[in-house]
């Protein structure tokens, strides 16, 4: 399996009056992790994009641990926990210098064509893809 790992310094824009990060950062930190996954693929979302092809987010659950805070940098490690041919989950756990573990969770995608939202299967659209999900769950 593919862990990605990703260093993010927490920003003072990120936090909190009590310089903690306000949980909904959690998630554009989950976004810099699952992009950088899939350039650790060999694959941009750029590029996918350009296709015609979106990926949303259907589902998300996170749970959080410890908080992180303000002039430290985490460490977010993502990876595939499921995939299907048409949905895949990813995994999360971020990690401040420390050691100790943020937050855990998951988010589930399917992609879609973007002129309708209809969801596509990336083994037939996009064999080599499929085979790179496939190959690091």
Known sequence: ??????????????????????????L??????RTKLLEDMGYRY?????TGVLSPVTSLQMNYHSPAKYGETVTI??????????????GYEVYNEAGTKCLSGTSEHVCV?????????????????????????
């Open 1 to 26: 399996m593919l862990i990605s790992k990703e260093l993010i310094p927490v920003r003072y824009a990120e936090t909190d009056q009590m310089g903690v990060v306000y949980h909904s950062n959690y």
């Open 28 to 33: 554009v930190w989950c976004e810099i992790g």
């Open 46 to 50: 750029a590029e996918l994009e350009k």
């Open 77 to 90: 490690h993502t990876w595939i926990e499921s995939y299907n041919g048409i949905r895949v989950t990813y």
């Open 113 to 137: 064509k973007k002129e309708n939202f209809k969801p596509i299967s990336l083994k037939k659209h996009f064999p080599e893809m499929h085979e790179a999900y496939e190959k690091n769950q």
